[in-house]
């Protein structure tokens, strides 16, 4: 734990204008980034007498080793900086929105000669117009297939409208008429396209026009006696506003706006957003976050802000933006999101009518989201928390190991030996610095070595970085240069806990990889397999944890994480070695004269039974290169013929195999 003063600036070194600022720890890693108007008046709030400062506040400054700052000319800049070094740094004292969906919108890929409707997930993609986000994906569909009658667009992957053009003949949809069937030419990718333009007016909340030009047409139909014409537009028009029902009127016809509300207490704040289009709710979405700094309403309504907009642009940015509470530079933030929407934008709060009726109704969907998240997760962070603490008394350890790094080999009979290396941070996993190991050092089969050696790599690289930043002094004296840019690096932070697959052996060989390192600050252990008994270095005796220990389950977890993730690994380059070829070794031969190779001959088995002038029947293949060839498969190793398991029978190799 640091002294805020050891680190504190000189009086007047710290600029009073707009700017972007950073904490950093021990370790070189950006822990907080905030902006202000002045950065002189806003720093020195961190230096005051610690009892002075939000419990959260004064946990980050005697965690911080350093503070350091950029001046900008204008709040947006400001505003436009913190959002890029908050997705680019990560820290882990700004507010943080734990979205645990992936939402699903609408999507029409405009880009394509095609356009089709489908439902998606995820990045957004350049030439696909979206709608929403919904709460679920069947709800999207349940609309899409009333509107299909009336707007019959594709809906069919790639390869089943290739493979419609090919035969001539379209899919299902196709021949009950909620598919236009453009595979088989039945309308031209014009009129295809004027279909997905008129679906896109509809779905943007343009309906109400639309719906009374059917009407007008179904009137005159009537008139003219065309009485079947006449019924299918009033069937369309009922699916129509059967799909409108689905979206409940809530405002005027041209209102286009996001209400965004919150519920929050001490600890954790719940965000809900409404948006609304063409008057209507066309989607909802929800995040909830731990107010790990001491934030008001008013700063979440930024970072909300910030997460809902920051990689928006254009109409994904609405004309008017609903808040509960105004951020503190509200003209900034207001200025920003023009920018992100490229004309006005107006940021308010609501204070009469409708709109203020529906924000109501939107903070009553955020209270709901705080109570039942809290529902769910109050005995899992109780959980997580007793299982830290049990650990570290089983394990003798001085604190709760934060940070736990487990380490796991994995071969098949001796061949394509990797490891894996997973980490858990507060008890749970931090995907984004698991890591992979193909073990270098010895050929064959031996689990005690292979471990000895990913501990050895992986903290060699530890050291190296301590080293280059200036953390760990050589032998010589000479200190590396640091690269103080504060993002996550490999290998860069130290665990508390290593944990390792296995018994004694194994935990006897990472402990030797520590010592021949000099790191004496990293405890170690095992988990045995077989009893679930957790093994210390240099005990003849393990530990036992009760079977309904959290402590144990966590313990569980974390190994049989690294378990699966080194499966995976081994597996795709078993994989990647089973399906490597013969030709592989022939010089100059590319990806496409290989499978005009198989085309031609029909597999492997057939090409090495081939002349040299047989192969020089193949477009493209010269004699020098059908000379290679034949050196090549002559030289391979017949592959041993496959057996059907089932009924014990050799398979004959008449098939294609992969080039």
Known sequence: MADPSSYRPKPGQIPDSPGVYKFRDEHRRVIYVGKAKSLRQRLANYFQPLVNLHPRTATMVTTAASVEWTVVSTEVEALQLEYSWIKEFDPRFNVKYRDDKSYPYLAVTLGEEFPRVQVLRGAKKKGTRYFGPYAHAWAIRETVDLMLRVFPVRTCSAGVFKNAARTGRPCLLGYIGKC????????????????????????????GPYIRR????????????????????????????????????????????DLIALAEDELEAAVQIFHVRGGRVRGQRGWVTDKVEAVSTGDLVEHALQQLYGEESGDAVPKEVLVPALPEDADAVARWLETRRGSGVSL???????????????????????????????????????????????LGLDAAPLRIECFDVSHLQGQDVVASMIVFEDGLPRKSEYRRFAIKGFEGQDDVRSMHEVVTRRFRRYLAEKERTGEFAPED???????????????????????????????????RALDELGIDDVAVCGLAKRLEEVWLPGEDDPVVLPRASEGLYLLQRVRDTAHDFAIRYQRSKRNKRVRTSPLDAVPGLGDTRKQALIKHFGSVKRLRQATIEQICEVPGMGRKTAESVVVALAQAAPAAPAVNTATGEIMEDDGGTEA
């Open 214 to 257: 059917l009407e007008k047409r179904m009137a005159e139909a009537a008139e003219e006696m065309e009485y079947e014409r006449a019924a299918r537009l009033r069937d369309d028009i009922e699916a129509l506003k059967k799909a409108l029902e689905k979206n409940a009127i809530v405002l005027a016809d041209a209102t286009d706006a």
């Open 180 to 207: 236009s069937a453009p595979c088989v030419g039945r309308v031209d990718a014009v009129e295809h396209r004027e279909l997905a333009d008129e679906f896109c007016d509809f779905m943007a909340g343009r309906a």
């Open 477 to 511: 004296g000479e200190v590396a240069a640091a690269e103080d840019d504060g993002r996550p690096k490999r290998f860069a932070y130290p665990p508390q806990l290593v944990v390792v697959d296995g018994g004694q052996p194994q935990v006897a060989a990472a402990q």
């Open 348 to 394: 308010r709060v609501p204070q009469r009518g409708d709109k203020k009726d529906l924000m109501e109704t939107v903070a009553r969907n955020a209270q709901q989201a705080l109570v039942l998240h809290k529902t769910k997760r109050a005995s899992d962070l109780t959980t997580r928390s007793r299982a830290l603490e049990e650990i570290a008394e089983a």
